[in-house]
């Protein structure tokens, strides 16, 4: 019975170049979220999204940063060009539908060098 | 804009102590209210949820309150062990979407 996973946990890049985070939900899960874990900072919304659609992405830069949550696969939240300052931890959260509890994945830790 | 604060930032008490941690929210506009341990470099691991239409939920010696009037929750945790150390977050999650939006966190040490 697994719960939400991401991959890769730890990711290094230089300044410039793309990072890919996948998130696979609970199984039966429609609903992702990803938020963002600053060093010394609390954890801040990003994007929700269900199976194809980005429902809410508010919280999401406005430049280099997308989500996707195609119909057959994880989710994929992808940073272009990356920037010393996107340095950070990034969750993965998953829910059924409702206003349910949203359950996290371990994180995949981003080091922009 | 919903804001949530938790006091104390920081906490350390002795083993078997009895304490409680303080989450405030300014809009009571809510859907529901989660606590979570989060364990140095780790994940959030779910404690407690509370629906807004509830006053609390217990689960082995932690209880959590909720007072949706006030905005205010507690995390009640008894018989404190070591084990307990770890940050612990306060989420409420919002009616008028689905984000859940933070607290800073409570860092919890329970020296043996």
């Known amino acids: 019975n697994a719960g939400v996973m991401q991959n890769p946990r730890h990711l290094v890049r230089r300044r410039g170049q793309e990072a890919r985070l996948r998130c696979s939900p609970v199984?039966?899960?429609?609903?992702v979220y990803w938020y963002r874990q600053l060093p010394e900072e609390g954890l801040k919304f990003m994007v929700y999204l269900q199976k194809e659609n980005i429902i809410d992405e508010s919280g999401m830069p406005k430049e280099r940063f997308s989500a996707e949550f195609p119909k057959e696969g994880p989710s994929i939240l992808r940073i272009q060009q990356v920037v010393r300052g996107d340095s950070a931890a990034y969750f993965c959260a998953s829910s059924p539908p409702g206003a349910a509890a949203q359950y996290f994945g371990p994180g995949t830790r981003l080091t922009v060098t | 804009k919903q804001e949530v604060t938790q006091i104390p930032a920081a906490l350390s008490v002795p083993e078997g102590e009895n304490l409680v941690l303080n989450c405030s929210f300014t809009d009571s506009a809510i859907y529901n209210l989660q606590w979570f341990r989060q364990d140095p470099g780790k994940g959030l691991t779910s404690l407690l949820l509370i629906q807004s239409s509830q006053r609390e939920q217990t689960s082995g010696r932690l209880n959590a309150s909720l007072d949706k009037s006030s905005g205010r929750s507690t995390l009640y945790i008894a018989a404190s062990q070591p084990g307990d150390s770890a940050t612990y977050l306060c989420?409420?999650?919002?009616?008028?979407?689905?984000?859940?939006?933070f607290g800073e966190g409570t860092q919890l040490t329970v020296n043996p």
């Open positions: 199984k039966g899960h429609s609903h």
């Open positions: 989420a409420v999650l919002e009616t008028s979407g689905s984000r859940l939006t």
